[in-house]
C-alpha cells in the first residue's frame, strides 16, 4: 500500500505529492488525464514568477517534477468508488474503473472540476479563440473589445461587473426571465454604463470568422424570434462542477453542490483524507490557489501520519 495516495494529476494532485514524496513518504497519483484543466488552458499570465507560460508546457513540467521526486504516476485510471478505513489509522480503498483497487494510509482527493458548457454550435470549435470560461484568467486579453456573459447566477454577474472594467462593453444573457444573482450584484451591475442584459435569451450558436469568434445568435424566448450580436468574446458561466460524482455514497461529507467539505487545513469529515482544489469547498478555482491548497493537504497528511498508528 501507499502511504499517500494522491486522486488526480491536476496542478493541486502534483503539489500535494511533490510534498509527501519529499518527506519521505511513498507516495502516488492516479489520475484520469494528468495536467487536468491545464490540459485546455492556452495562456496563463497569473501564476507568480513565471510571466507567461501555456497550459500542456506547465503539466510537462509537473510531470517531470512528479518523475524526478520518485512518485509512481498510475494515469489513464478513473477511481470510481472511495472505501474509507472501517478503524482510525487504517487503510483505506479506492477502486478503479476496469476492476483495479489501491490502497493506501492516508489519501489526497484533488479531482478538480469542470466548467459546463452551452453545449450549442460554435462553442468547442472557438474555444480559446473567444470562447472563455474564466474571467479572471481571459478577461485582460479582452481589453476594449465587445463581448457577452451567459448566465445570469452570481457567477455570471461577478463575471459580468469584473469585465465591465476592462472590455469595452458587456451583453449579460440569462436564459430564465430574470438574473438569480444577489440583489446586490445585479444593482451594481445596473449601474455600469456599459452593459446590456438580456433575459428570457437563449444564446443558439457562437459564430466566428477566420478563426475567431464574431458573434453570437440568441433567441427571445417570449417571442421566438432569433437575433445576433456582433462582438469577440464569450464568457460561459453557467457552472463549475466538480469531478466528484463518485464519492457520493462514500461518506464523505459533500457540499450542496457537490464540492469536497474541507477545513482549513484540507481535512475532510474522514480521519486521513484530505482534499485540494476545485473539487473543494475552498473559493477561487485558480492554479496557484489549486498548488497552495494541495501543499497544504499534504502537509496534513504529514501531520497525520506521523501522530497515527497503524492498527
Ligand atoms: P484539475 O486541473 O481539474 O485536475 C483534476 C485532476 O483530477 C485531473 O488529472 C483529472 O483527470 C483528475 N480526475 C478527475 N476525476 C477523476 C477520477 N474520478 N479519478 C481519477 N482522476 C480524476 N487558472 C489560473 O490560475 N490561470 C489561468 O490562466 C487559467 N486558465 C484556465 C483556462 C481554462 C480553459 C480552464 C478550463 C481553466 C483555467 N484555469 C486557470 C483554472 C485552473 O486550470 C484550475 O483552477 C486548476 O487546474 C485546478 O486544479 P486542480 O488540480 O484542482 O484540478
Request: proline residues 4%.
Amino acid at each position: 500500500p501507499f502511504e499517500v495516495l494522491v486522486i488526480g494529476g491536476g496542478p493541486a494532485g502534483v503539489a500535494a505529492s511533490i510534498y509527501t514524496a519529499r518527506k519521505g513518504f511513498t507516495t502516488g497519483i492516479a489520475a484520469e488525464r494528468f495536467g487536468g484543466q491545464l490540459n485546455d488552458t492556452l495562456g496563463i499570465e497569473n501564476l507568480p514568477g513565471t510571466a507567461y507560460t501555456e497550459g500542456p508546457k506547465l503539466a510537462g513540467e509537473l510531470k517531470g517534477q512528479v518523475e524526478a521526486n520518485g512518485i509512481e504516476l498510475i494515469n489513464l485510471a478513473a477511481a470510481e468508488r472511495l472505501e474509507p478505513a472501517r478503524q482510525a489509522g487504517g487503510l483505506h480503498s479506492v477502486h478503479f474503473a476496469g476492476g483495479g483497487t489501491l490502497k493506501t494510509r492516508s489519501l489526497i482527493l484533488a479531482t478538480g472540476a469542470r466548467w459546463r458548457n452551452l453545449g450549442v454550435p460554435g462553442e468547442a470549435e472557438y474555444r480559446n479563440k473567444g470562447v472563455a470560461y474564466c474571467p479572471h484568467c481571459d478577461g485582460p486579453l479582452f481589453k476594449g473589445k465587445r463581448i457577452a456573459v451567459i448566465g445570469g447566477g452570481n457567477s455570471g454577474v461577478e463575471a459580468a461587473i469584473d469585465l465591465a472594467k476592462i472590455v469595452g462593453h458587456v451583453t449579460l444573457i440569462e436564459f430564465d426571465a430574470r438574473l438569480r444573482a444577489d440583489a446586490v450584484l445585479q444593482a451594481k451591475l445596473q449601474s455600469m454604463g456599459n452593459v446590456d442584459i438580456l433575459t428570457g435569451a437563449q444564446t443558439t450558436e457562437v459564430l466566428g470568422e477566420n478563426g475567431r469568434v464574431s458573434g453570437l445568435k440568441w433567441k427571445d424566448r417570449t417571442s421566438g424570434e432569433e437575433r445576433e450580436i456582433a462582438l469577440e468574446g464569450v464568457f460561459v458561466q453557467i457552472g463549475l462542477v466538480p469531478n466528484t460524482e463518485w464519492l457520493k455514497d462514500s461518506g464523505l461529507e459533500l457540499s450542496p453542490h457537490g464540492e469536497i467539505v474541507t477545513d482549513g487545513e484540507g481535512r475532510t469529515n474522514v480521519p486521513g483524507v484530505f482534499a485540494a482544489g476545485d473539487a473543494t469547498t475552498v473559493p477561487y478555482k485558480q492554479i496557484v490557489v489549486a498548488m497552495g491548497e494541495g501543499s497544504k493537504a499534504a502537509l496534513s497528511a504529514f501531520d497525520y501520519l506521523i501522530r497515527t498508528e497503524a492498527p
